[in-house]
């Protein structure tokens, strides 16, 4: 690999950026095509599938290397929902970090090993990061602490946003979004009521359909 492919490969690593390293086998000739730009690439639709599945392989004499950012779920919420997701989605390879102000909450006893935060969403989001290898879902069912992650969330290029809810929370979660500014596609993009519809009751099988629901997002998109 020359050098300064090399150096372009290490860069989007750090900076979280989904790349494709290209090699033409019959020639050697290499080249790295961004996610953001593989559309225009000969191999668009090789890439795409590529991208979505994490996976490397052989494409009409080249060989696509997928390098995609590690997987990161936001929670926002220190709640037992939140406890029963953490471990089905740390087995899916996902980074974990957990948002909650309330300080009774956020504590390592009740999530010993994550990355806790007791500050409020739009205080410590900015510093984390937002991009489309990270998910994020709302727990808390107040108001003050989901709705300012959520404005976070649809002005960024998150692959699943979701929110606990029925779905009268849910029309009133729209209406709050509605009066400050975002339009209905938008608003769209959240996943409320959360999960699959698979008749869950209790915290481990609403986290399973949420990770169910997340993961259909990941890999096929929507």
């Known amino acids: 690999m020359k050098r300064q492919l090399l150096e372009q490969l290490l860069a989007a690593r750090q900076n979280r950026q989904a790349v494709a390293l290209i090699t033409d086998l019959a020639t050697g000739e290499q080249r790295l095509v961004p996610r953001a730009e593989a559309g225009n690439d000969p191999l668009a639709d090789k890439l795409d599938e590529a991208f979505r599945f994490d996976q490397s392989g052989s494409h009409d004499g080249h060989f696509v290397n997928i390098h995609n950012p590690p ?62 290898r990270t998910a994020m879902i709302a727990l808390t069912h107040d108001p003050k602490i989901d709705d300012p992650a959520l404005f976070a969330a649809l002005k960024s290029d998150l692959f699943y946003i979701g929110a ?37 009751k209790g915290a481990p099988e609403i986290a399973v359909s949420i990770m169910a629901e997340m993961t259909r997002s990941l890999r096929l998109g929507g």
């Not at 975002?182 to 608003?187: E, G, L, M, R």
């Open 71 to 132: 997987l990161r779920l936001i929670i926002i919420g220190a709640v037992h929902i939140a406890q029963s997701v953490i471990p089905i989605a740390q087995q899916l390879g996902y980074d974990i970090t957990v948002i909650d102000p309330r300080g009774a909450f956020a504590t390592g006893a009740r999530f010993p090993g994550i990355s806790l935060h007791a500050e409020w969403p739009d205080e410590i989001i900015p510093s984390i990061g937002l991009d489309p």
């Open 164 to 200: 606990l809810g029925s779905k009268r929370t849910q029309a009133s979660r729209g209406q709050r979004l509605k009066d400050a500014g975002f339009t209905d596609a938008q608003i769209a993009r959240i996943h409320g009521p959360i999960g699959i519809n698979i008749g869950a």
